[in-house]
């Protein structure tokens, strides 16, 4: 590709992750690791997932403050969920280094594949209401549209999950959205629209510790300026996704998610498997 052609089509594909990426709150990571696997055959597993992470930061940065404007955020979930991503974050970005590439691509595929059978199994986008269930915590949250979510969920459980997320998302790249969400939605019972808001908040801590790391690290070196292409497009796509959720069914978002996801999966093993 012409260079003439490179940063405006980095842009572009930026505004494309920021907004699809948010309107499932998975960041865009899961679409963004496996193109800069594809455009950049070349690149070493921690520059493709720095890059990576440091635009799912801006994703996550530009569509929090969307879903915060549009008071879906459940904040006691969001704190403590993202405190838990910390170490495992930590953990996720020293432990890239210690990938070869096949099996990098090869562990992504796998990821993105069980990702995608886990959100063919249903998640509904409907108001969730049903008992308190001992040890868990109710909410009730009413959003800017006045729509009221009513939902219980185990916080315990929820920390847990959120630092296997945390090690997850860091030593792919992917942010965790793609992981957080469905976990949220099928384990936590949370709505979905709020389980999207949500985990976006907690991307930005993620995603902010991961690039952190490997920036300090000197795993960003020579992806600075791809870096900056994509997050100026996400910081837009990202304001579009946070518009178009108010108005797509979750449902059908989902099931288009969970087959891009599996089309990508199979090409990376392919390459995995006959590198």
């Known amino acids: ?24 709150g998975a960041g865009g990571g899961f679409v963004l690791v496996p193109v800069l696997l594809l455009l950049y055959p070349g ?51 020293f432990a890239v280094s210690l990938f070869a590439r096949r099996l990098f691509d090869g562990v992504f595929a796998l990821v993105l594949l069980l990702a995608a059978a886990f959100l063919l199994l249903g998640p509904s986008g409907r108001v969730v209401q049903r008992r308190y269930r ?39 790249g992917i942010g965790g959205g793609i992981i957080h969400v469905p976990a949220m939605v099928q384990l936590l019972r949370f709505p979905a629209h709020v389980a999207t808001a949500t985990s976006h908040y907690v991307l930005t801590v993620t995603a902010l510790t991961g690039t952190l790391v490997h920036v300090l690290a000197g795993d960003l070196e020579g992806g600075y300026a791809r870096t900056g292409a994509l997050a100026a497009g996400v910081l837009i796509g990202a304001q579009v996704g946070a518009r178009l959720s108010l108005r797509l069914g979750s449902l059908v978002i989902v099931r288009l998610l969970a087959l891009a996801l599996a089309a990508v999966a199979v090409r990376l093993l392919i390459e995995a498997l006959s590198g």
Request: aromatic share 10%.
């Open 43 to 93: 690149d070493p597993p921690e520059l493709v997932t720095s890059i990576s992470l440091a635009v799912v930061f801006f994703n996550a940065l530009s569509g929090t403050t969307a879903y915060i404007r549009q008071r879906r955020v459940d904040y006691l979930a969001a704190n403590a969920f993202a405190l838990a991503t910390v170490p495992g974050a930590l953990a996720g970005a």
């Open 134 to 172: 001992r040890g868990e915590v109710t909410r009730r949250i009413t959003d800017a549209l006045g729509d009221t979510y009513v939902y219980s969920y185990s916080l315990p459980l929820g920390v847990v999950l959120s630092l296997m997320v945390g090690f997850l998302s860091s030593l792919l």
């Open 1 to 24: 590709m012409p260079d003439a052609l490179v940063w405006p089509g980095l842009i572009l594909l930026g505004v494309a992750v920021g907004a699809y990426g948010t309107m499932i």
